[in-house]
């Protein structure tokens, strides 16, 4: 009986340690400076709390994402996604962005990869802006982690 307790308590503690560990991939992370800007990555966001963020943020945006999050974003909250100073899609050179969207935004890119998308952002780097990086998808891990090597390398 008490081989019993102390094999649920173990699985207990392993489901919660999991789950802790889950919502912290799904959450807002920040990574601290580069060139002056904050940089913050977040995997999977809801729109919504997606966009709620970034209209609290107190600098203009630098964001870099896959298409299916803009394009979620240009449906939910067009206005936010006008507000950023920088929409930088990474996975594909065709935008999908509607014209009436994309038309009043000050910078959008759509490149074939991250490190093209990257090698951008250290053209067009600038302090005081905010640096957000979200992802989801299949290749969401390998897009982090270069991610993630690129600030760590630059910072």
Not at 36 to 60: C, H, N, Q, R
Request: aromatic share 10%; charged share 25%; glycine share 2%.
């Amino acid at each position: 009986m008490e081989i019993k307790k102390v094999d649920q308590q173990a699985q207990l503690l392993q489901a919660r340690k999991e789950s802790l560990e889950a919502a912290e991939k799904m959450s807002l992370r920040p990574l601290g400076k580069l060139w002056g800007m904050d940089v913050f990555t977040w995997y999977k966001p809801a729109i919504v709390e997606l966009s709620a963020t970034i209209s609290t943020f107190p600098f203009p945006v630098f964001w870099l994402s896959n298409e299916w999050i803009i394009q979620e974003m240009a449906q939910v909250d067009p206005e936010t996604l006008r507000s950023i100073q920088w929409c930088a899609q990474f996975d594909n050179p065709q935008l999908s962005i509607p014209s009436d969207i994309i038309s009043l935004m000050p910078l959008v890119t759509g490149t074939e990869s991250l490190e093209d998308a990257l090698e951008f952002l250290k053209k067009n780097k600038r302090a005081r802006h905010i640096l957000l990086f979200t992802v989801q998808g299949n290749e969401w891990k390998t897009k982090m982690e270069i991610f993630e090597n690129f600030v760590k390398l630059h910072q």
